[in-house]
């Protein structure tokens, strides 16, 4: 599966912002698909994560309260609702995806190496 991030920009503290996450060549209602980013100087790390059916999901502590992941099966797309964003959350985000067989734990939707197909990152910059 392919996929396509978009729906980053600069926004102030406090404010909004939801990134898509657009998958095509693959039966999308199969995959569960994760959010993960990456700031200037740091590792990419884990965001949020969604089974294939939408009913179950996994936040990153920083993130708990603040993001909702959602997916949209008839449109091929996945969502992340960012709300009282900080300028800590200022990153690159990505979106990846796996087929849901490979997270026998929930756990491990958490794990880069569970993803196998990632999109091309939409920055994120959130200023005080």
């Known amino acids: 599966v392919q996929l396509q991030a978009s729906g980053g920009g600069s926004v102030q503290a406090g404010t909004s912002l939801r990134l898509s996450c657009a998958a095509s060549?693959?039966?999308?209602?199969?995959?569960?698909v994760g959010w993960f980013r990456q700031a200037p100087g740091k590792d990419r790390e884990f965001v949020a994560a969604?089974?294939?059916?939408?009913?179950?999901?996994n936040y990153a502590d920083s993130v708990k309260g603040r993001f909702t992941i959602s997916r949209d099966n008839a449109k091929n797309t996945v969502y992340l609702q960012m709300n009282s964003l900080k300028p800590e959350d200022t990153a690159v985000y990505y979106c990846?995806?796996?087929?849901?067989?490979?997270?026998?734990?929930?756990?491990?939707?958490?794990?880069?190496?569970?993803?196998?197909?990632w999109g091309q990152g939409t920055l994120v910059t959130v200023s005080s």
């Open positions: 990846a995806a796996a087929v849901q067989s490979r997270f026998t734990l929930r756990l491990m939707t958490t794990w880069m190496s569970k993803y196998d197909s």
């Open positions: 969604i089974f294939r059916s939408g009913d179950d999901t």
């Open positions: 060549g693959g039966t999308f209602s199969n995959y569960g």
